[in-house]
C-alpha cells in the first residue's frame, strides 16, 4: 500500500490504471476504522482493480467544535489494518490540501437535509458531508464509491447528490456490522466507558422492538414506537429522535404501508450515536440493512 497526502500524486498514481481501463474503487472515511470500514474495504477490493482509501477528519461537517477535538484519531493503526486488506492506495490529506486558502464554495442538497440529522446537528452538517465527498469524488475519479448503512441518512443525500450532478459514479451502501451485542459499529463507540458503552446497546434493543412489534402485525406508528421508547427509557437512554420514517424521502410515515426506515439519535453520555434499520410489513421483519455480526 502507499500512502500519499497530495492531490497530484493521487492522480499521477491513478493515472497508468485509468489509461489501462482498471476498475477504481473510494471508499471514503474519517479514520478510527473498524469492521465496519474493513466490509466496505472487502466489498470494494471484490468488485475493483483499484482500491483507494481517504482519510480525512472533515471539518466542515462538525457542528460542534468539541465533538471535532475528540473525534479519535490512530493514523498508524488504520494503515496498519488498510494494508492488511490490500489496499493500494491511502489519501491522507491536510486540511489545507482539501480546504487551500480561499475556498469559498459549498455543495448543498436540500429536502433530504432538512430533518433528523440535518435538524440536529444543523444544515451545515451535511453541506459539509456533499462537500468534502464532491470533492473527493472529483480528486480520485472512481467508478464505485462505497458508503454503510449505518449512516443511511447521509447514504441518501450523497446517491441525490451524485444523481443531480450527473457524476460517473456508482454509489454502493454496504450493510451495517454490528458488535455481537447488536451495537452498531461506530469510531465514536471507542469514546464510551464500559458503562456506557453497555447503555448503548438501547438503540439497537430499541430498533429490534420496533420490528418484533411489527412482526406481531402492528402497523399503526404509535403502537410501534412506544414499546421502543420504554426500551430506551429503560436504560437512562433519552433519544434526539426515533421515528418511522420512508426510506426514499425520509418523511414520517403514518403506517406500515410499505418498507420504511427506523431512525434512531440520542447522547450516551457526551457521545452522540445513531443506528437505523429497515422493516418490511410483508415480511413484517428486518430487512435490506442486512446485519452482519462479526465473530
Request: proline share 6%; aromatic share 4%; net charge negative.
Amino acid at each position: 500500500m502507499k500512502t500519499v497526502s497530495t492531490i497530484v500524486d493521487l492522480r499521477a498514481d491513478l493515472a497508468a490504471p485509468r489509461r489501462r481501463g482498471a476498475t477504481i474503487g473510494l471508499v471514503p472515511t474519517m479514520g478510527a476504522l473498524h469492521a465496519g470500514h474493513m466490509s466496505l474495504v472487502r466489498a470494494a477490493r471484490s468488485h475493483c482493480d483499484v482500491v483507494v482509501v481517504s482519510l480525512f477528519v472533515n471539518p466542515t461537517q462538525f457542528n460542534d467544535s468539541a465533538d471535532l477535538v475528540a473525534y479519535p484519531r490512530d493514523a498508524d493503526r488504520d494503515a496498519g489494518l488498510l494494508s492488511a486488506e490490500g489496499v493500494d492506495l491511502l489519501f491522507a490529506p491536510s486540511i489545507d490540501e482539501v480546504y487551500p486558502a480561499g475556498f469559498a464554495t459549498t455543495v448543498s442538497v436540500s429536502g433530504l437535509t432538512d430533518r433528523l440529522e440535518g435538524a440536529s446537528r444543523g444544515r451545515g452538517h451535511f453541506d459539509g458531508v456533499t462537500t468534502v465527498v464532491s470533492k473527493l469524488l472529483n480528486i480520485v475519479g472512481p467508478d464505485r464509491a462505497y458508503f454503510g448503512q449505518k449512516d443511511a441518512q447521509q447514504a441518501l443525500v450523497i446517491r441525490r447528490m451524485v444523481r443531480d450532478l450527473n457524476l460517473p459514479v456508482r454509489i454502493e451502501v454496504c450493510p451495517t456490522v454490528r458488535d455481537a451485542d447488536g451495537l452498531a459499529l461506530s469510531s465514536r463507540n471507542a469514546l464510551l466507558s464500559p458503562t456506557e458503552r453497555e447503555q448503548a446497546t438501547a438503540l439497537s434493543r430499541a430498533l429490534a422492538v420496533i420490528a418484533e412489534t411489527a412482526q406481531g402485525g402492528e402497523r399503526r406508528v404509535k403502537p410501534l414506537l412506544t414499546p421502543a421508547w420504554a426500551e430506551l427509557a429503560g436504560s437512562g437512554v433519552t433519544p434526539e429522535y426515533l421515528e418511522l420514517v420512508s426510506p426514499d424521502t425520509l418523511k414520517p410515515v403514518l403506517q406500515l404501508d410499505g418498507e420504511v426506515l427506523a431512525v434512531v439519535a440520542a447522547r450516551v453520555g457526551s457521545t452522540r450515536l445513531i443506528d437505523n434499520i429497515s422493516i418490511h410489513p410483508v415480511a413484517a421483519s428486518v430487512v435490506a440493512d442486512g446485519e452482519e455480526r462479526p465473530a
